[in-house]
Nanobody, 118 residues
Framework: QVQLVESGGGLVQAGGSRRLSCKVS???????????MEWYRQAPGKQRELVAG???????NYKDSVKGRFTISKDNAKRTVNLQMNSLKPEDTAVYYC?????????WGQGTQVTVSS
């Protein structure tokens, strides 16, 4: 059974950095290589939104407001999907979720809270 577990959330001051990691277990390596990886976030009272995506191409895409500040990457050896977040702003405060799509199946992590103080 595929499971996703995020880590790295916490409290950070505006202008600071945070690195989120999503450990993917239960997926064979060849599937991990070709899976589409994404990070979403959901702020209180708002809909969940796509923040960054990474295909097997590899092709990356980012929400406009995080371009130049966030970087999505994956480590095939460790089977992790990472989100490096720099120059954080209070509006980046949200629960961040890892999302993986492979062979018409989708998987979500439980989320990790990131709070940016001004």
């Amino acid at each position: 059974q595929v499971q996703l577990v995020e880590s790295g959330g916490g409290l950070v001051q505006a202008g600071g950095s945070r690195r989120l990691s999503c450990k993917v277990s239960g997926m064979i390596l060849s599937d991990f290589w070709i899976a589409d990886m994404e990070w979403y976030r959901q702020a209180p009272g708002k809909q969940r939104e796509l923040v960054a995506g990474l295909t097997s191409g590899p092709v990356t895409n980012y929400k406009d407001s995080v371009k130049g500040r966030f970087t999505i990457s994956k480590d095939n050896a460790k089977r992790t999907v990472n989100l490096q977040m720099n120059s954080l702003k209070p509006e980046d405060t949200a629960v961040y979720y890892c999302h993986v799509r492979i062979r018409a199946r989708t998987y979500w992590g439980q989320g990790t809270q990131v709070t940016v103080s001004s």
